[in-house]
Each structure stands twice: as structure tokens, then as C-alpha cells.
């Protein structure tokens, strides 16, 4: 269930975080023998995760679609993690290189205190990963 009028879902744990995921993507066909005769490949992503009141804590971009000056993969601090006195702002873009959901999952239940839907979770993200590490097109 989201948040109310929010793209945002509500995860479990004690610091009441809430996480919203689009990722762009286009089914195209590819002459790859061992992938078939079509793949998926992501043209974008964007995973926010913030707070209760909807403050933003840490956010996971890449958007190459030419609207923006930055257009490899980087991450913007929220502002619930500054402070009046911090050299970075929510504008500045830290370069990230290419970040898989899988990996935003895993920091949200290690670091962040995120609880997991299944008690399997370690494997599902490893073998997930393992595919898209293999599959990939540029890292």
C-alpha cells in the first residue's frame, strides 16, 4: 500500500521510510544468441527513499534523456540528512556509476534498518543480481 497520495511505499522497520521506484525500460530486439530475440534495456531509473513526511533522505538517479546537465548515474543527498553547515546540497550529484535495484534494497535492509517481506531475501537479491551483472550492456 503507498503512502497516501504518493508514488512512495511504506516499508517495514523502525524508521518509518518510505520508498518510491520508476525505472524506464524498452523491449528491443538484439542478435544475442543466448538472450533470444528480444531484451529488456533500462533508458532510466529513479528510486527515492525518504521519511514519514516525505523529506528526502538519499535518492538514486540516471536519466541520459538529455533534460539535464548531469546524465551519468549519481545519487543526491536529501535533505533530511543535511545540515546549515554542509558542504554538499540536494543538487549536488555524486557519481555513483550504474546502480541496480537490488543493490538499493540490499542497503535499505542493512543499513537502514529496513525489514525484509522474505526470510530468502539474501538469495532472491543475489540471484537477481547475478543475472543483471550478466546481462548487462555497460556497467
Known amino acids: 500500500m503507498n503512502a497516501p497520495g504518493t508514488g512512495f511505499a511504506p516499508l ?39 521519511t514519514d513526511d516525505m523529506t528526502e533522505v538519499i535518492l538514486f538517479h540516471w536519466h541520459p534523456d538529455g533534460k539535464s546537465a548531469q546524465q551519468s548515474p549519481h545519487l543526491h543527498v536529501g ?13 549536488t550529484h555524486v ?18 534498518g529496513v525489514v525484509p517481506l522474505r526470510t530468502d531475501w539474501e538469495a532472491a537479491l543475489s540471484e537477481s543480481k547475478q543475472r543483471f551483472d550478466q546481462w548487462r550492456t555497460w556497467s
Open 12 to 50: 517495514r522497520g523502525e524508521n518509518r521510510l518510505h520508498l518510491a521506484v520508476a525505472i524506464q525500460y524498452e523491449v528491443v530486439r538484439t542478435d544475442d544468441p543466448d538472450r533470444g530475440p528480444w531484451k529488456v534495456s533500462i533508458r532510466k531509473y529513479m528510486y527515492h527513499l525518504v
Open 79 to 91: 535533505t533530511s540528512q543535511l545540515t546549515p553547515a554542509s558542504v554538499v546540497s540536494r543538487r
Open 95 to 112: 557519481p555513483t556509476g550504474r546502480v541496480a535495484l537490488e543493490a538499493v534494497l540490499e542497503l535499505l535492509i542493512r543499513d537502514f
